[in-house]
């Protein structure tokens, strides 16, 4: 837990500077004066299909550059 959490170690948003109050889940940061270290934020996305396509693409290209490669060698 981290002390003075309503005062000195409040949480600042970088974009607009107004207090963080409350986790993504809306629970509230801050308890007594403390804060919880472990509160949630929000992380990244998990990338969709489309990124495993692309693999995929490249994995058959690669293959049909390496079938070409040892043909001319």
Not at 3 to 18: E, K, M, W
Request: charged share 20%; proline share 10%.
């Amino acid at each position: 837990m981290i002390p003075d959490a309503d005062t000195v170690n409040r949480l600042i948003n970088p974009i607009n500077g107004s207090v963080i109050t409350s986790d993504v889940f809306g629970n509230p940061r801050t308890t007594y004066g403390l804060r919880d270290v472990g509160a949630v934020q929000l992380a990244a996305p998990v990338p969709g299909p489309l990124p495993l396509l692309g693999i995929g693409a490249a994995y058959g290209w690669s293959r049909r550059l390496r079938r070409r490669l040892r043909s001319c060698g």
